[in-house]
């Protein structure tokens, strides 16, 4: 779920030739149109340099950078955490082998273990899922990440409604396991968090902000909430 998509730092200056890729029988144009993007795109092969499991790394990355979420000791929640890129940065920057931090992630897709971080397969949609989380962490958290989006379906007011959801359910569990003073980060689309949801933001936290990372491809309508300051039991 939490998949990769302007140049900028964060990608290390990586400087390549155009490559182009020639349309291969029984390939789509689409396909070798994605293919080239793949191969000529600077965070891809900044990505594979670091070890990083996808360019989505750099998003996270450069959230951080902007706004100082992530610290060392930090207890900190990945939901959407698949193929991993989110939960590297995460482990990076919070330490849990040298600290007390930890790092928990969630995907409904099978990923490879990130050393330092605990990670399982579950869909977030479940009605156990919460109450899963919440047993691993066994207490307040500091930063809750959500990289969640829906599979469309190709019906734009369908597919917007399925995001709103996923951000709502992100929402209620960050409300309920985050301590005093904490962030929430999630993905949002064209157009930002509903007006309802944003006012519900806008109560439980210090500050709200809209951010597109540059790691974030020009033509993608995501954009990221951040949310800081944590006000426990404003929402009551």
């Known amino acids: 779920m939490a998949d990769g998509r302007r140049g900028g730092g964060s990608q290390g200056g990586d400087r390549m030739l155009h490559t182009r890729v020639k349309t291969a029988r029984g ?3 689409s396909s070798t149109r994605w293919l080239q993007r793949q191969l000529n795109d600077p965070y891809v092969v900044a990505a594979r340099r670091l070890g990083y499991r996808s360019r989505a790394a750099f ?15 930090q207890r900190v929640v990945d939901l959407g955490c698949a ?5 590297q940065i995460a482990v990076e920057k919070v330490k849990p082998e040298t600290t007390e931090g930890q790092v928990v992630g969630l995907d409904l897709l099978e990923m490879d273990a990130v050393p330092g971080a605990t990670t399982f397969v579950c869909d977030f949609t479940d009605d156990d899922a919460p109450d899963r989380l919440k047993a691993l962490l066994g207490g307040p958290v500091d ?11 190709g019906h734009p007011q369908t597919d ?3 995001i709103i959801a ?14 005093p003073g904490g962030w929430f980060v999630a993905k949002v689309f064209q157009g930002g968090a509903e007006s309802d949801l944003l006012t519900a933001m806008k109560r439980d936290f210090e500050s709200v902000r809209h951010a ?9 309508a995501e954009i990221y909430v951040v949310a800081k300051g944590f006000r426990k039991g404003a929402h009551l």
């Open 83 to 87: 193929p991993g890129g989110w939960t």
């Open 166 to 179: 996923l951000l709502e359910m992100a929402y209620a569990f960050a409300v309920e396991v985050l301590a």
């Open 59 to 73: 998003k996270l990355k450069e959230l951080d950078e902007r706004f100082a979420i992530l610290k060392a000791g």
């Open 212 to 220: 597109k990372p540059p790691a974030s491809r020009k033509d993608s």
């Open 143 to 153: 930063v809750v990440l959500s990289d969640m989006a829906a599979n469309t379906t």
């Open 160 to 162: 917007h409604l399925r």
């Open 27 to 29: 390939r789509k144009s």
